[in-house]
């Protein structure tokens, strides 16, 4: 028998939570987001669920030749655009569109040798001071672009740094209204949380909006909004079973560390599931695990390939019991990624991403 665990894949959730993000932000088209092997869910499994989509958008030349794989023709979107010259090669055969956010890939793209002319979206930095050209550089790189023979559709794209908090869009909404007055070409600005909370104002959505971590079904803007406030579904289902019951006498302690100590007697279950399968380390006593769909606690340190669960509101359980880490658990339990990251300090993206290669990975679910 294999290790009792593994992760679920649902291609009902990823279709739903694409639908719900289209109805977010009506009449805009939308870029399922797929960096990051599809948010560790994988961009093949993904895939049928996903190809309802307008476009991909994924940042790994590599991912996108795995999209192009799988019979995809439409757009794929290049985040992070060229990282050298050569890239622009495998742009002109696979037909990618790409993100131009500094000058070098304007110079790349001028000596270009291509067939057809692409697809650009050019990236106004409006306040993230991540990517994209300053606004007093921006009208002055357009010009350049649609100088050049190798170029014909200039799309215009920013990025929000807090559309999930306080401090909100408004002062970048600002910055790009004013750095593209004028400017023909359609526009991209929203991420999830600025697709959910603002997708009904047309400044906002545009015409493509770029969701990733909604599609997965977690929530942008945790604890402010749960998944289920969103009407999200989670995409991904991590779950083992029980492979060891030990009874604790007050005094006890559990696992390295000895961080736990009992008060009174108490069942501990241990969970085949470790931080070399993608659990956070960090997690600590408290954070919240299904047993049979019962929601518990976490005790003690996660080790790598066993963590410890607190039985005392499952008295029934026992060696093979079921374990939800996070997703769906039985008889319509659900376990928030999201409660769970934010136990560990972290936040849903991360621990979907983190799932590890070791964890047998099934696709389940309708993607219709
Ligand atoms: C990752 C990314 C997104 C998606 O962000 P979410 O918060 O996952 O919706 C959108 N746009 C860009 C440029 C990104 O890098």
């Known amino acids: 028998m294999p290790r009792p665990i593994e992760a679920l894949i649902h291609l009902d959730a ?30 093949e499994r993904a895939y049928p669920a996903l190809q309802a989509a307008d476009g991909f958008a994924l940042l790994d030349l590599a991912e996108a030749e795995r999209v192009r794989a799988l019979g995809w023709r439409g757009p ?20 990618l569109w790409h993100v131009v956010h500094r000058e070098e890939q304007i110079d790349w793209l001028a000596t270009h040798k291509t067939t057809w002319p692409h697809r650009v979206f ?23 672009l649609s100088g050049l023979t190798q170029v014909d559709e200039i799309s215009l794209m920013t990025h929000f740094s807090d559309a999930d908090g306080e401090r909100g869009i408004e002062h970048q909404l600002a910055v790009f209204r004013q750095a593209t007055e004028g400017l023909p070409g359609e526009r991209s600005l929203a991420n999830s949380a600025a697709t959910l909370r603002h997708g009904s104002r047309a400044d906002v959505r545009g015409d493509w909006v770029r969701p990733g971590i909604a599609v997965y079904g977690s929530s942008p803007d945790h604890p402010e909004h749960g998944a289920a406030d969103w009407s999200l579904q989670p995409a991904m289902t991590l779950r083992a079973r029980l492979i060891a019951v030990q009874q604790l006498q007050p005094g006890d302690t559990v696992g390295y560390g000895s961080t736990f100590r009992a008060e009174a007697p108490m069942r501990i ?67 928030p990624i999201d409660d769970v990251a934010r136990a ?24 219709g």
């Open 14 to 43: 990823l279709a739903h939570n694409l639908r719900r993000v289209r109805a977010a932000a009506p009449d805009a088209k939308v870029w399922a987001v797929v960096k990051a092997d599809a948010y560790g869910h994988g961009i």
């Open 122 to 144: 050019l990236k106004l930095n409006s306040g993230m001071n991540r990517l994209g050209f300053p606004p007093a550089a921006f009208r002055a790189a357009w010009m350049r």
């Open 269 to 335: 279950g241990v969970v085949a599931c470790g931080y070399a399968d993608g659990y956070p380390r960090h997690a600590g006593t408290g954070t919240p695990v299904l047993v049979d769909g019962t929601r518990t606690r976490l005790v003690g340190r996660v080790s790598m390939d066993m963590l410890t669960v607190d039985l005392t509101p499952t008295p029934q359980a026992g060696v093979g019991s079921e374990v939800t880490l996070w997703g769906r658990g039985p008889q319509g339990a659900v376990l």
């Open 344 to 367: 560990a300090g972290t936040v849903g993206y991360e621990l979907m991403c983190a799932l590890a290669r070791r964890v047998p990975t099934h696709v389940v679910g309708e993607a």
């Open 76 to 95: 794929i979107l290049l985040l992070e655009g060229c990282f050298e010259s050569r890239d622009l090669e495998l742009c002109s055969r696979l037909n």
